[in-house]
């Protein structure tokens, strides 16, 4: 049940988006449990977590697809639950899949939408052109969706959400399953859109994604914000220094585990890319011998740096777990 609305805290007017103890139960599972959020006004805001931690579902109420169980949220001011309409008239929502009719060319599919806007006829045909120009999609404009790569979908379901600017835009998961080309380009579209002006709140599992959009992070897992901060803060947070190895050969990452856990006698971590190693470590002395000890191994580095720990620690010792593990229960249309 929702709280009361004299108990509901003052719209902050810097503020875009504001939760309070924000709930939401699916059945049994509470897929958010009392999560509290504070997103300024013309910046890139990460919500990272694994699948199932409730990102989806935060942004489905905040966008007024879903009705909170309790708690609050405002957006741009305004309550998502008493002014609903006033909130979908300054947002914009693209979802983890694509929205847009496959059967249809890009440029038709951005006229008609533009059209179910209120957008007249000639300004709807102009403004898709722009957009198909801008997002490097003019030479598919007459090709049907169904034939687009899958950055190519994702460029234009991203283009579909801004055809009129929003004030706020959710990007639920926006680069999941692209490559990596196809996702610089969907970056380089985000900071695009936040230098126009737009809020930007993006979830994601993707801890260099966070790293190189978000001007802040919180840290999603089981429903709850585990931490909240800057990237440079979150890492920080850690306590201590990190050495990054890079091998030559993928093969020989189980030996340079081993003796890297032996030299500086803690833990390492296996990156996702399959020649990388992370382990934590402040001291540049036990550093250089253990690098020095896998050259003696005969295991090949091609490159080594001792620094900030990654985000993907962050991940690892805030939740005990990797960000991109899947979690059994999952929240609903997660």
């Not at 449990?33 to 694994?50: E, Q, R, Y």
């Amino acid at each position: 049940m929702l709280i009361e609305e004299d108990t509901v805290p003052e719209p902050n007017s810097d503020l875009a988006v504001e939760t309070s103890d924000l709930v939401k139960h699916f059945g049994d599972t509470r897929a958010v449990d009392g999560v509290d959020l504070k997103v300024p006004s013309g910046t890139v805001f990460g919500i990272l977590g694994p699948n199932g931690a409730g990102k989806t579902t935060v942004v489905r109420m905040l966008a007024t697809l879903l009705i909170p169980d309790a708690g609050h949220a405002r957006v741009l001011g305004h309550d998502v639950v008493r002014e609903a309409d006033a909130v979908r008239s300054r947002v914009s929502l693209t979802g983890q899949f694509a929205s847009v009719d496959e059967d249809l060319t890009g440029l038709e599919n951005l006229i008609l939408l533009a059209r179910l806007l209120g957008i007249s006829k000639t300004r709807s045909r102009e403004r898709a052109a722009e957009l198909l120009d801008a997002f490097g999609l003019e030479d598919a404009a007459d090709r049907q969706v169904k034939k687009y790569s899958g950055g190519m979908r994702r460029r234009i379901d991203i283009a579909a959400s801004i055809l009129a600017t929003p004030d706020v835009l959710f990007l639920d998961e926006p680069t999941t399953g692209l490559d990596p080309r196809s996702r610089n380009q969907v970056w380089d579209i985000v900071r695009v859109l936040v230098a126009g002006g737009t809020t930007v709140l993006l979830t994601t599992q993707y801890l260099d994604e966070a790293d190189q959009l978000a001007n802040r992070i919180a840290v999603v897992d089981h429903g709850k914000v585990i931490a909240e901060g800057t990237s440079g803060e979150l890492k920080a947070s850690v306590g201590s220094g990190a050495v990054h190895v890079r091998l030559r050969d993928a093969g020989q990452r189980p030996e340079a585990e081993r003796v890297l856990t032996e030299r500086l006698g803690t833990e390492v971590y296996l990156e996702h890319d399959p020649v990388a190693l992370t382990a934590r470590s402040a001291d540049a002395g036990r550093v250089s011998g253990a690098i020095s000890e896998l050259t003696a191994s005969g295991i090949a580095v091609a490159e080594f740096s001792l620094g900030q720990p990654s985000l993907d620690e962050v991940f690892l010792a805030l939740t005990g777990h990797p960000a991109e593990e899947n979690d059994e229960e999952t929240e609903e249309a997660a």
